[in-house]
């Protein structure tokens, strides 16, 4: 089904979202923070369908333990 | 080239149009042109979708974002504002700490692809990847029509029902709201 495997979806995945929340820092008025949620969105709703298609949540599960600050602190050592 | 090639360069494709209309849509200071770009960005998401194997989401993604909400936004923006909303410039400290604050998300989500506690590839997913896949739009419309393989089951038609005559209520509702209101006192005749 995903023969290029999972990296490559959750990183168009990373683009949007990091462009999104720009999105929402820079427009000043409500018509550009939208596209910006829309474009947040988009990425939750793709993240979401990953998931299903998958199966199961247990990759995800696997991804919270390295967003603690621990790890993170490990990592940019 | 065989089905997984074929694969691979639509999903390259799809995946650089829409990160590249995302960014222009960051990137333009045009209101109406943001809006467009965001239309090829969700429309390359829908793509992607279809990539996946869920069509009834891609389907639903054109006909909601794209078909509906992008273009009424359009259509709002150049009805409604012509003056201050047309362009809009950004302070150089907002760039300065959106760069900031997307740079660090930018890190923190890469440090993370890469964690090598986590393997990606394919193959440890292999046995999840054997969901089933295609024409989910016909049995998610089936199952609203109340039609399943199983005849004990439950179906969804009273519900699907319920939500056309509220929309239809709805949909009235909004007609009668909007309409030109007529005048109370007739025209003098001259």
């Excluded at chain 1, 993240?47 to 940019?76: A, D, E, F, H, Y």
């Excluded at chain 2, 467009?36 to 006909?63: K, R």
Aim: proline residues 4%; charged residues 10%; positive net charge.
């Amino acid at each position: 089904m995903t023969p290029i495997g999972l990296s490559p979806y959750l990183i168009v995945g990373a683009v949007l979202f990091v462009a999104g929340v720009v999105c929402m820092a820079t427009k000043r008025n409500a018509v550009g923070i939208l596209m910006g949620v829309e474009l947040v969105l988009t990425r939750q709703t793709s993240i979401l369908l990953l998931s299903t298609v998958l199966g199961n949540w247990g990759w995800m599960v696997k991804c919270l333990p390295c967003l603690s600050s621990s790890w993170l602190r490990q990592r940019l050592r | 080239m065989n089905e997984t090639t074929w694969h691979s360069i639509l999903f390259w494709i799809m995946a650089l149009i829409a990160c590249g209309s995302a960014v222009l849509v960051v990137l333009t200071s045009n209101i109406v042109r943001m809006a467009a770009w965001l239309l090829v960005s969700l429309s390359a998401v829908a793509g992607l979708f279809f990539l996946i194997g869920a069509d009834f989401v891609g389907a639903a993604q054109l006909l909601i974002y794209v078909g509906g909400t992008l273009v009424l936004l359009i259509f709002g923006v150049m009805l409604t504002a012509s003056g201050p909303l047309a362009n809009l410039t950004t302070p150089s400290r907002d760039w300065l700490i959106a760069a900031i604050v997307g740079s660090s998300l930018m890190i923190l989500l890469i440090l993370t692809l890469t964690n090598p506690g986590i393997d990606w590839s394919t193959d440890s997913l292999s046995d999840n990847l054997e969901a089933p896949s295609g024409k989910t739009t016909m049995s998610i419309g089936l199952a609203l029509l109340g039609i399943r393989e199983n005849p004990n089951a439950s179906s969804y038609l009273l519900p699907f029902e319920i939500a056309s005559v509220h929309l239809l209520v709805v949909l009235i509702g909004a007609a009668y709201l909007a309409r030109a209101k007529r005048r109370s006192d007739p025209p003098t005749p001259t």
